[in-house]
């Protein structure tokens, strides 16, 4: 029998990843309260069995109700380090990506990495139909809000040039679910992994393309001075 993933929601964040996800592996729709105090007393969270949680709450004390469970936790909005730290002495199964598009399969829990096999920082097959031009772009590994295949599609036939990357960037800001200029996750840094990304792609089958914008995808982080500074 497959893996269960659990998606727990406060509402406003974690449709689209349900309807994703639900493609890959059995995946159940967990409804949260939502609470505007700073505390949440009583929550009576009632989760049901899953091998893993997708959390989306935007509740620290319910985030922290799904790490009791004791059970693999992928935190899809994240409190910062602080709270990450506190979570991993409750349950060291618990992951707190960047972005759900920074997500890899090299963490200590069997769970989160089965799920990032499918689902996390995107991996792309790029065939080139000249030295400068791309044939075809597939998806092997994409964001579970759906951006990475979204914004790829169309990609065929394009030049190889900074003004596609940057339109490439934009698409994926314009599906990405994440706010813009994030505290801890934002549509800016999931728009510079993947332009990242496919540039990396496209270096293994076009150098000479890769060159053309090697440099300029070198520089994009300059516009994150904070986030670098903060080795994110």
Not at 191 to 207: D, M, Q, W
Request: hydrophobic share 40%.
């Amino acid at each position: 029998m497959g893996m269960k993933v659990g998606i727990v929601s406060d509402g406003k964040y974690g449709e689209r990843a349900y309807e994703i996800i639900r493609e890959r592996f059995s995946t159940e729709w967990i409804p949260a309260p939502y609470v505007e105090s700073p505390v949440a007393d009583d929550i009576g969270l009632d989760l049901p069995e899953c091998d893993l949680y997708l959390s989306y709450v935007r509740h620290p004390d319910i985030a922290l109700s799904v790490i009791d469970m004791l059970k693999p936790v992928i935190l899809g909005v994240s409190f910062g380090p602080g709270f990450l730290r506190q979570a991993q002495t409750i349950n060291p199964q618990v992951e707190a990506p960047v972005t759900m598009c920074s997500l890899e399969d090299n963490t200590p829990v069997p769970e989160i990495n089965e799920f990032a096999k499918v689902f996390g920082k995107p991996s792309f097959v790029v065939r080139m139909k000249d030295q400068y031009t791309l044939d075809h772009v597939e998806v092997i590994r994409g964001s579970p809000c759906g951006s990475t295949v979204a914004a790829s599609d169309g990609l065929s036939g394009s030049e190889i040039r900074q003004s596609l990357l940057q339109n490439y960037g934009l698409r994926i800001c314009h599906w990405c679910r994440a706010p813009r200029f994030g505290t801890t996750c934002d549509k800016e840094i999931a728009g510079l992994i993947h332009v990242t990304e496919l540039v990396r792609a496209i270096r293994g089958v076009s150098p000479a393309a890769a060159s053309r914008v090697e440099q300029w995808v070198r520089d994009m982080p300059k516009i994150h001075p904070r986030k670098i500074m903060e080795g994110r």
